[in-house]
């Protein structure tokens, strides 16, 4: 079983940056391909970025591309989302997810075994 804390949300004006941090417990993090999804009210969970357990395959939504990088530290058993140049519509509750079996990152929530309980993010205009 793995758990997952996000932290790191907040309140920002758009155009400024936010770094969000999932921690996991457990001793086979370093194995597993990390996600962060999104949700915004009335709206479905989306994919926003991936990484695997290398680093070497990283996947990013269009909407995050340019903008957003995903990185992890398997030593610290932490995976990180820098937010730049945040917009309005970047406004949600984010989520941590790990999948066990991927070595590749995947897009689809369902793909994923366990998730963090989310951390809001409000970037006001």
């Known amino acids: 079983q793995v758990q997952l804390v996000e932290s790191g949300g907040g309140l920002v004006q758009a155009g400024g940056s936010l770094r969000l941090s999932c921690a996991a417990s457990?001793?086979?993090?370093?194995?597993?391909?990390m996600g962060w999804f999104r949700q915004a009210p009335g709206k479905e969970r989306e994919f926003v970025a991936g990484i695997n357990w290398s680093g070497g395959n990283r996947r990013y939504a269009d909407s995050a591309k340019g903008r957003f990088t995903i990185s992890r530290d398997n030593a610290k058993n932490t995976v990180y989302l820098q937010m730049n140049s945040l917009k309005p519509e970047d406004t949600a509750v984010y989520y941590c997810?790990?999948?066990?079996?991927?070595?590749?990152?995947?897009?689809?929530?369902?793909?994923?075994?366990?998730w963090g309980q989310g951390t809001q993010v409000t970037v006001s205009s």
């Open positions: 997810a790990a999948d066990r079996r991927s070595t590749v990152v995947v897009f689809e929530s369902g793909e994923y075994d366990y």
């Open positions: 457990g001793r086979t993090f370093s194995f597993y391909t």
